[in-house]
């Protein structure tokens, strides 16, 4: 990955794909040389339960009826698309 990030090689469009190959090549590849993970054909990985931080904005959405009454500044509560997002 060094060697194509120094030729110059931009990852602009997709930088989540390169998160997810350093994931693996550092870490699970790695865990198959080392025979933790006994059969790597049979493996299945699902979810999204990583530490890394999203690009998701910390305001949240607002899920009241304030802004069409006139209130801009309101405290009511807000969802957020990221459940670690205050």
């Not at 194509?4 to 350093?22: C, D, K, M, N, Y």
């Not at 870490?27 to 299945?44: E, F, H, T």
Request: charged share 20%; glycine share 8%.
């Amino acid at each position: 990955m060094v060697k194509r990030a120094l030729q110059g090689r931009s990852f602009s469009l997709r930088p989540e794909r390169l998160i997810q190959l350093i994931f693996a090549r550092s870490c699970v590849n790695r865990s198959i040389a080392l025979g933790l993970i006994p059969d790597p054909l049979a493996l299945m990985v699902a979810g999204d339960g990583s530490p890394l931080r999203t690009g998701s904005s910390p305001a949240g959405v607002k899920v009241c009826h304030c802004r069409e009454q006139g209130t801009f500044l309101c405290s009511c509560p807000r969802r957020y698309s990221d459940p670690d997002a205050s």
